[in-house]
């Protein structure tokens, strides 16, 4: 908790009594995590499914709950009603291990009746109470959450409202319990884990710690910053006001994966300097001035960490193109230009000095790694690594129940824009799509960029199943072709961003979670109209 | 724990441990089709893995659950006739070809269907890997060979046969233009080779050996290697440069050539051994003259000394020009030496004893010479010769005696005149070495006269001592002489590793063929496939190419190469990789030639990723226990009889992932993407993990030659084998023509990207940050991490910018 990893590992879906999805078609985006909930299923698990749309498991929920898009937290606050209301929470469970609870139980209690919380989510009181006494009462509960619940403005608050459920019912440190994110890429969690975010250092350890920084020090042999660091909004938001003058950026398509792209195409182009490191020359590369050729996964070696804490090794499978290099070897190389003796000569070197500032991965290095993965905290050599998080405690003591609060998301359907856009992944591509469009099978299989609606809205504003539509708001305007799908709920339309041309980024709103920053992707006022 | 006896081995197990599972931990064979770790079982098993229990008989080892000690036999005659009989009932209804037909008869042995699949893919130096293999002179044998495969291509029935040795000079070609995929060169073992003779049969064993890491010296009695490649194919066919290029590519490996350097002459075996070569290849080719035997022959000029002579550059061409020349034989050198001389511009006849029909030369290097307006004479033999002013030669025409030998009908005789007049009756070898030295009389003759060795190890009669090429069997041809070099390599190699002469196995009695003969080929397969016509290679006007040397055919074009390529029926099965069933079949010694000839089943191709072909199923039902989305409509009547009838099908549930195809034990079900028949023997498999969702599923990329040929699901968690559409089809991205190969620079946005070098590139980098860093403050810069890199590539990104720019400014993509 506190380090947007998951507590369990995919396998405990397979021990749960009962499954909570909220925000996550894992059929589409994470469909290894969807054949285990499959199979939970088949063995009788219930199922609790939140989501806008009807996704395939949906069909399959004991209760659906199709709330309103941005409406996560209170949904979510309002089962948390309900379990206090009843008395369903584990007494004995709060009583040790919780904090807080008292302020909690009052908040929730006096802000969150069910009348209110059915005006924000469009959903019947019965049903949240239904959801609320299967999810409090079973034995093994386990919370799956994905994209749709963090990419909204009250995001990180949504997170905590899910987290709270599973405090509250004391459903953490056993089999089958849990709240779990789904991490969306494949080594997000690893580029969180290794520092590459502005609050933390590697390990999610604080660099305003004067313990922490001593023990850094004793490795780098350097004094680190403790000014706190921006993120990337907040960048290109200084980029804007000229307070911002140079990015490098590795494997990372700004220019086509962050919301609200006009904005961001005009804060690059105010840079002096852009440093783009890629595989193919990504969008980013218009306003860059070096573009870096990197190596892909099968032409280099080293390690990813996935959605559940699992450290795993790949190996170099064929050489790097041209002069591509792996990254690790240009950052290296560029470190020395710099000034500074950084000799790595292999990424395995690398991997043991992060065990040496990180005790996380002290036992983590990549001969351990050659069979199969390990997933951290490994402490040291012998460790066998941790599937459970917390099976012995807590690592602040207690559990906080922290406030969530509602922060609606920032654009409302009004009278000029009807429609609520909502972005999403299709199995078949990944994100900017930049890997998947160019491997033949998987752009064979789903060749163009498509936007689902529903067939009723689609009747009324004469769109036919095929059609080409245009889909346009005050930031931009976009071509799909247009797919009806009863799925979809009157006034949404869903799409992806994996096509080039069909930047549907340029559409997102500027809304941004109130503490991550995370782009409100999932909520953004458009029109649909045929061409 | 329970103690259970498997043929002669204790072995401890669990109770309730499967049988089979026991037997397959302590590595011991039992044949099974259908068994699958899930616990599933099928509606009908296959049987296979029957085995007897000690006072119970012959149970299914898949189903059975050790609950006490027993003593169990997986060899047992009553065992064997089980497996045997259900195998045989298998066979029957299989009807597929293991094998291309192409394959069979090409004596390099080359994967044909495979690197047409690659040509068909758009990975042209992925296929001249895949040649190369096997051939190292592929431009060369692209444009010479005789195609021992293209009779026997299936297309043929279909319309016409696949060019597929155009195919072969067009990736040649492209790559010797386009560079070719790098190889992995090892440091050399220490051991040394003496190669004498530097044509193709030595240039190939220097290729493979100095692959193996031996140091290779080849001496040559010309100036520069190539042997006949280099000075006796003419430029017209095969041009100087080309020659040059490929053999500059072996001797650049690191091989050493000593050109001017005579066996008998500058040096013995003797001096070889001396010199501390532990191994000795004798390759020097065939250059005794075959002679036919008639009044005055000895008159004749000899044609293969002419055409060296011309090779080496030492002709005086005006001597030979515009002269009436008479040709005898109909060998390759009689039709060079006849092209090279309408060249000259003279007037020429080729004269032959026997019929068109039977000439050993291709009957399209007939046509060339034809064309170009060389007289063939048939059935006409020479009787004697005599030298006046020009030449004066008597002739007679022959027939065939009822023995089939060649008769002459002195009362046909005529007369014909000459400027000049060659004998080409063709190449033998010669045994003059004998007296070369002391070594050299001890190596034993055949009766012939030819160097004796033993075909399977290709030692002469003094172990270290090899042979291959025209050397041994005589004038052939170059792909005979390359294979003959390879395999001379492959047992020098374990001669000096001291390891057993590996024998290749003889597996022809396993593979499955729909047919050979056109008569019996079932016709209804033929009818899947649809008439395109051959793609032929541009051939210079005969009025214009006799004026010079230049190369006569003109190779494909890129996108005539890719046409041709898909002509390919794709014949040889595609599954072979992974089919158990061969395996089974093999280690049971239950040969195939019963199989079916018919086709029962029509290829399915309608999924987009996978093909199906139920001729080819042995209805194992492992396909449908796999499939996590229970997508597939699958039954079986009348299991393992002739009237057997398997329905297969996809339903609306199919979601591609591919599960099935890897789990297939046969080439019934294929992924459409894999066009290259390989083994996964000759394949390494990498550790590799998907780089799309936060699954990070296990995968295992199967590598050949530096180029990936497919991705399969690995069986540890978190996805234990299986994996999205994505993770098994993909990968092709990394082949994408987009991919960045350079750093690229500019000093404005507004400017045009300039390639540079690392140097330059990081340089300026860092050089812009540090000024930025100076006038602006750390503040001013910020590093991104990536969600598609490593753990280790992120951690140096932040280090890069904590340490050395001291700014905590560094993200990733948490948000998107
Ligand atoms: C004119 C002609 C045209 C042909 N056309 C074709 C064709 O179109 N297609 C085809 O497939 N095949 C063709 N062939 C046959 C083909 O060239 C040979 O089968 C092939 O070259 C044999 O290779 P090799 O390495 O065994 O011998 P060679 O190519 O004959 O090489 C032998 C080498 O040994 C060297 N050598 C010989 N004696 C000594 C010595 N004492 N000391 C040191 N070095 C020595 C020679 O200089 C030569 O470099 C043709 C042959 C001829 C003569
Ligand atoms: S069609 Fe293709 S695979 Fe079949 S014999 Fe011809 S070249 Fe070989
Ligand atoms: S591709 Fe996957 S989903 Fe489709 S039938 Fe095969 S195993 Fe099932
Ligand atoms: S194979 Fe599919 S499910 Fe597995 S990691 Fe890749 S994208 Fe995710
Ligand atoms: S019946 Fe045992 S493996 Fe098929």
Redesign the pocket.
Known sequence: MGTGAACVHFEEILNAELLFLTGTNSTDAHPIVAQKISRALDRGCKLIVADPRRIAFADRANVYLPLRPGSNVPLLNGIAHVIVREGLYNKEFVENYVDNFEAYQHYILSEWDLGRVSRYTGIKPYLIEQAAIMYATSKRALILWGLGLSEHRSGSYGAMAAANLATLCGFWGKPGCGAMPLRGQNNVQGACDMGGLPYVLPGYQSYKDDGVRMRFKEVWKEDLPVVDGKTLPTMLRDALAGKFKALYAMGYDVAMSHGNLGEVWRALSNLEFLVVQDIFMPLSGKYAHVVLPSACVYEKSGTYTNGERRVQFFEKAVNPPGDAKPDWLIITELARKLGFSWNYTSSSEVALEIGKVWQGWGGINHSRLKERGIQWPCLDEDHPGTSILFTTGFPKGKVHLALAKHVPPLEEPNEAFTFTLVTVRNLEHYNIGSMTRRSSSLLNLYPEPLVDINPDDAERLGILEGAKVRVWNNRGEVFYRARLDKRVPKGLVFTDFHFVDALTNLLVSPGLDELMETPEYKVSVVNIEPV | MIRVRINDRELNANPGDLLLEIARREGIYIPSLCYLKNGSVPEKPCGLCVVKVAGEGIVRSCSYKVEREIEVSTEDPEVNAIRKKILEGLVSNHYGDCKAPCHTPCPGGLNIQGYIGFIAKGDFKASLALIKERLPLPASVGR???RFCEPVCRRALVDEAVAINNLKRFVADYCMENGELPLEVPPLNGKKVAI???????LSAAYFLRLEGFEVTI????KEAG???RY??PAF?LPKDVVKKEVEGILNLGVEFQGG????RDFSLKDLKEAGYGAVLL?????KEKLYGFEGEGLAESA?KF?LDFGRGEVDNKAYTKKRIGILGCS??AI?LARVLRRLDCEVEVIYPRSRTEVSVPLREIGYAEREGVKFTYVTAPLKLIKGGGFHLTLAKTTLSEKRELKILPETAFEREYDLVFRAWG?LPSDEFKAFGDIEAKLELNPDGTIKINSQTMQTSEPWIFAA???VHG???????VASGRRAANMIASYLESKPFERAAVTVKFDFSRGKRAEEFDSNFLDLFVPSERMHLKEREPVERVRDFEEVLIGFTEEEAFKEANRCLKCGCLGIHKCDFREILIKEDVGVAKSRKKMKYAIQKDHPLIEVDSNKCVACSKCVRSCPYSAIFFSVVNKGTPQEVITFRFTEACVNCGACVDVCPTGALTKKELLIPYSRNQSKPVKSVCTFCGVGCNLTVWVKNGTILEVTGRDLPPNRGYTCVKGRFGWEFYKSKDRLTQPLLRKSINDDFRAVSWEEALDYVAENLLKIRDKYGPEALGFLCSARTSNEENFLMQKLARTIFKTNNVDCPARV
């Open positions: 010479v060979c005789p004498v003779g530097g044509g193709p049969a030595g001496f040559d009695r010309e042997g006949l490649l006796g194919i066919k350097k005579i066996w008998g390759a020097i080719g065939a250059r293969l055409l390759y050198t060079e190449e090429g025209d050397f004038a052939k041809t170059v792909i005979q002489a």
